[in-house]
């Protein structure tokens, strides 16, 4: 069983959607964060939270400590936002479990 | 302010050879991270490294694999006799401080092939 656990694999959206991605995990944590890795490979950090809600332009990810559990949101889609959405997260172990991604495809 | 650097960013190696993977961090940076991601795989932790200490490697493994972070000069990743399971991308991230409570910037990747 994965520690970390993303949904859906894969998303397809049209331009202009409101989307979510889901990470669910189940070691206690000390901080979880999401990436994004574009088609060439490249990955960069998008947000790290320990509790609450953090926002970034069009990119707003939320964490519920209690249901361990982690949602980032895109508003007003747009086709440079496909990519890969990666969750990762520091158990209080010192342990760093990656989810296996979400891969996003938005549609002009 | 030049991001994290790594070269080269593709390797071809017979099996058998030697891979070495250069990491320079960020500038001020001092901790240095290393993954691996195998084809069609996820991102997975490898070791993590502040200058001339290994702090933890438990995703390292046992044989064959090595990395060091010196006093002066870029992080290595090195990679002794081959196999073509090691074929992946190898990325490096580097932090201010410690990696629980501080944002993490990714290098580009080395795609390592072997033939």
């Known amino acids: 069983k994965n520690e970390v656990e993303q949904s859906p694999q894969n998303l397809t959206a049209q331009e202009g959607e409101f989307i979510t991605i889901n990470c669910s995990y189940s070691v206690g944590i000390s901080a979880l964060h999401w990436l994004q890795q574009h088609p060439g490979g490249g990955i960069v950090s998008l947000f790290m939270?320990?509790?609450g809600k953090k926002k970034h332009g069009r990119l707003i990810a939320t964490i519920n400590i209690q249901e361990k559990h982690s949602s980032l949101h895109i508003t007003a889609s747009h086709p440079r936002d496909s990519a890969v959405y990666i969750c990762?997260?520091?158990?209080?172990?010192?342990?760093?479990?990656f989810g296996t991604g979400t891969s996003l495809t938005v549609i002009p | 302010n030049a991001g994290v650097m790594q070269n080269p960013r593709h390797l071809v190696r017979r099996r058998g050879q030697e891979a070495r993977l250069r990491c320079s961090p960020m500038?001020?940076?001092?901790?240095v991270y290393w993954y691996r991601q195998l084809p069609e795989e996820g991102l997975k932790f490898m070791v993590y490294?502040?200058?001339?200490?290994?702090?933890?490697e438990s995703g390292m493994p046992k044989e064959r694999f090595s990395a060091e972070f010196p006093k002066e000069g870029p992080s290595i990743l090195r990679i002794q006799q081959v196999v073509r399971g090691d074929s992946a991308a190898y990325f490096c991230a580097s932090s201010p401080g410690t990696f629980f409570y501080n944002e993490q910037f990714f290098g580009p990747g080395t795609r390592l092939t072997v033939l």
């Open positions: 500038k001020g940076h001092s901790h």
């Open positions: 990762a997260v520091y158990d209080t172990g010192n342990q760093f479990y």
């Open positions: 490294l502040q200058k001339e200490n290994i702090i933890d």
């Open positions: 939270l320990s509790s």
